[in-house]
């Protein structure tokens, strides 16, 4: 358990009003996503109403009108396409109950709950904010974070315990927030691929468990606090977490980054295009479309399920969906010949070697793991240029244990780096042994994945963080900014 002390201001928060010089183009304009210059709203100051500081405005947004939102603050990443999740259809208001501000001191303090069950493991983080007056938007204070293994769906047999590993952490946001604070914090529950991947009856089982852990805890249970997120709000989330921690989201410049998440289960690639082309290119369904500040982003995402690290080294080991898991032994030259052990993901457990008298090595291994990229079929065509994309989450944690990164500090590497360590790692598998039996098979599936799947160059350059602005890089930030709109006070 750690506390990120931290000081960042949301500045998204606050409210502008965009100006909009064409309010109905054309819909094939090439410029899907021009500049929109920020004026200054040209409205004389109305007695009690709040006014608001000239901001940055958020590049590249749609060419449309937008109503203009009543609120001072409207970040909902609400996606639009495909269905949203059922909790925004039943959207409700949370009012916190006003409290009154302590003489000399009218800063208010709010703290939101939010668990990423994710295929490996379940965090907490607890942000806390603080808003120091009524017109003045709030700053993200600190975030405290703590990580149990194995994930959720490790417990489909054995329900309980499940739901016992959500209330352990939830002692650890009683000890973080005030008492005072409980009945307003508001507490979500989201997972990822690990339930994705489970019958629907065993999830559902998980997800009702937790949420009478919820009901019997003593913060705020909005409502749907607990269900499976989709693969596109993932994305999404994930990339307000980290153009929003990078300050491309207010900032004047007309870049923002890409994000690449590689978890457990699934592995998703989101990216603002530049180009018309890329968006008339890509599925339908690989374009996400939301509201963020009064503007409309449209996004670049996809999850791969079944893609993410550990589920890619079961489909390698062909163990995925296989029968006769007690007595198969599951085995790939991606691994140490003399290695064998039982592995357990998902709550399955697996025996998986090497190939004791056979060859191990890059090439091969490269050959098994393409088997499991084939799915992925669609290369959109700007990962051939020079935008910058975020890795992060195993990424990151396989660069760091190859020592291409130090684990303090992150840094960019290129895809031809991931490749050229695989190859060592792989050709000297017994020098990485004890690091990771599996770091040959992981580093030539991210190095697969990169370029066969995705389609990135050898010279793409990959930023690699774990935190940015000393914040985890996950979609859990972004996922919480939804639930700012209770706390709105204007
Ligand atoms: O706030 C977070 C959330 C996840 N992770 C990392 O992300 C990967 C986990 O992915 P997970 O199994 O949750 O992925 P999924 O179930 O979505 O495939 C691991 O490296 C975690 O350590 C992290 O570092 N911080």
Redesign the pocket.
Known sequence: TYYRHHRYIPHFYRYREHQNTNPHPHPNTENLLPEVSNRVPNVAAQPGVPTYPRIPEVFHPAPRALPPIPEAFHPVPEVVHPAPESYRRHAEVYRPVPRAPSPGNMSRIFYGIMF?A????T?I?IYKFIQKDPVELPVLDNEM?H?VKP?LSAYKDNIEEGGNTVRQLLKIAKKTIPEDDWNRTPVVLKA???LRLLPEEKASALLKEVQEVFDESPFYVPQNSVSIMNGIN?GVLAWVTVNFLTGHLYSNTRRTVGILD??????QITFLPKSKKTIDAAPSSYIARFNLFNSTYQLYTHSYLGN?L??ARLATLGALGADGLEWKIFRSSCLPKKFREDVSFGGTTYKVSGIPDGYAGYKLCYYEVMKVIKGIVHQPYEVKGSSIFYA???Y??RAVESGLIEPGRGGAIEVRDFKKRAKEVCNKMTKYRAISPFLCMDMTYITCLLKEGFGFKDNTVLQLA?KVNNV???W?LGATFDYFRNFNIH
Do not use: V, W
Not at 262 to 267: A, D, P, Q, V
């Open positions: 990423d994710g295929s490996t493991g965090r983080h974070y990580a994930g990822t691929a690990g993932e590689l978890g457990g289960g699934s592995t993410g550990y589920a992060f989450s195993y990151f944690d774990k985890e890089t996950s859990a």
